[in-house]
């Protein structure tokens, strides 16, 4: 049954090609639904039309000879990758054969080209890199979210849109921070030194009073007489973790300033 229409079949390996019969198998072939007789053994489909990729090339569905076997597809085009090259779908003549694709131009990297979001710059020293459509001297500037900022030092470094530096500094979740220690570092956009008694519990900075103190979520709990129940509430360790309603309860209670039962 080939669209509605029942065919008798010659050959049990005949299946259906639009509203005709056509064997696989054999010298046929089915393109889009038309029966086509195979002139050679690698012959093809290209659209509803049959080729012969030996001697042709199938771009969208449009044949073009291709007796040299150099050409190559760009979009509905032929060229020749050779002497030409293909940039967005534009067909493009090399003037150079190191000539590649910036978007819809060419530009030569090893003649002190860069290629910067699609526009060709001519570079003005061996450390220039792009920035945006922009080109930057990396030796003296840095790049930060598409912004050209001059450097202090050859260790400063982006924090979004601004400048830092590494060493005096630390970027905390887009926040430029200073640092009082060198070994200062970030907890969401606060600073602390892990070495100096204090804990990053998600996020929040919390000071150790004992050796033990843990993190139990934003708090701290010493872990010798209490436990973290839930991930985020410190309870006596003597005790079983509340259920979720008495702790909602218990943090209802404790909010109001109420006496806290640990």
Same mark, same amino acid.
């Given at each position: 049954?080939?669209?509605?229409?029942?065919?008798?079949?010659?050959?049990?390996?005949?299946?259906?090609?639009?509203?005709?019969?056509?064997?696989?198998?054999?010298?046929?072939?089915?393109?889009?639904?038309?029966?086509?007789?195979?002139?050679?053994?690698?012959?093809?489909?290209?659209?509803?039309?049959?080729?012969?990729?030996?001697?042709?090339?199938?771009?969208?569905?449009?044949?073009?000879?291709?007796?040299?076997?150099?050409?190559?597809?760009?979009?509905?085009?032929?060229?020749?990758?050779?002497?030409? &090259?293909? #940039?967005? /779908?534009? @067909? +493009? !003549?090399?003037?150079?054969?190191?000539? =590649? %694709?910036?978007? $819809?131009? *060419?530009?030569?990297?090893?003649?002190?080209?860069?290629?910067?979001?699609?526009?060709?710059?001519?570079?003005?020293?061996?450390?220039?890199?792009?920035?945006?459509?922009?080109?930057?001297?990396?030796?003296?500037?840095?790049?930060?979210?598409?912004?050209?900022?001059?450097?202090?030092?050859?260790?400063?470094?982006?924090?979004?849109?601004?400048?830092?530096?590494?060493?005096?500094? &630390?970027? #905390?979740? /887009?926040? @430029? +921070? !200073?640092?009082?220690?060198?070994?200062? =570092? %970030?907890?969401? $956009?606060? *600073?602390?030194?892990?070495?100096?008694?204090?804990?990053?519990?998600?996020?929040?900075?919390?000071?150790?009073?004992?050796?033990?103190?843990?993190?139990?979520?934003?708090?701290?709990?010493?872990?010798?007489?209490?436990?973290?129940?839930?991930?985020?509430?410190?309870?006596?360790?003597?005790?079983?973790?509340?259920?979720?309603?008495?702790?909602?309860?218990?943090?209802?209670?404790?909010?109001?300033?109420?006496?806290?039962?640990?």
């Amino acid at each position: 049954c080939c669209s509605g229409k029942v065919l008798t079949k010659k050959d049990e390996r005949e299946i259906c090609c639009g509203l005709s019969l056509y064997n696989p198998f054999g010298n046929q072939l089915c393109c889009k639904g038309v029966v086509f007789i195979k002139e050679s053994r690698n012959d093809a489909c290209c659209g509803r039309r049959f080729y012969s990729p030996e001697k042709q090339i199938c771009c969208n569905g449009i044949i073009f000879n291709n007796d040299s076997g150099n050409y190559k597809c760009c979009e509905n085009e032929i060229f020749d990758p050779i002497k030409q &090259a293909c #940039c967005s /779908g534009k @067909v +493009l !003549t090399k003037n150079d054969e190191n000539e =590649i %694709c910036c978007d $819809t131009s *060419l530009y030569n990297p090893l003649k002190k080209q860069l290629c910067c979001d699609g526009v060709v710059i001519q570079k003005e020293n061996e450390s220039d890199q792009c920035c945006g459509t922009k080109i930057y001297n990396s030796e003296k500037q840095i790049c930060c979210d598409g912004k050209i900022l001059d450097k202090d030092s050859a260790e400063d470094q982006c924090c979004n849109n601004q400048i830092f530096n590494p060493i005096r500094q &630390a970027c #905390c979740s /887009g926040k @430029v +921070l !200073t640092k009082k220690d060198e070994r200062e =570092i %970030c907890c969401g $956009t606060s *600073l602390y030194n892990p070495f100096n008694n204090q804990l990053c519990c998600d996020g929040v900075v919390q000071n150790k009073e004992s050796r033990l103190d843990e993190c139990c979520g934003t708090k701290i709990y010493n872990s010798r007489t209490q436990q973290c129940c839930q991930s985020t509430m410190p309870y006596p360790i003597d005790q079983d973790c509340p259920s979720r309603m008495a702790r909602s309860y218990i943090f209802q209670v404790n909010s109001k300033n109420y006496k806290k039962i640990y």
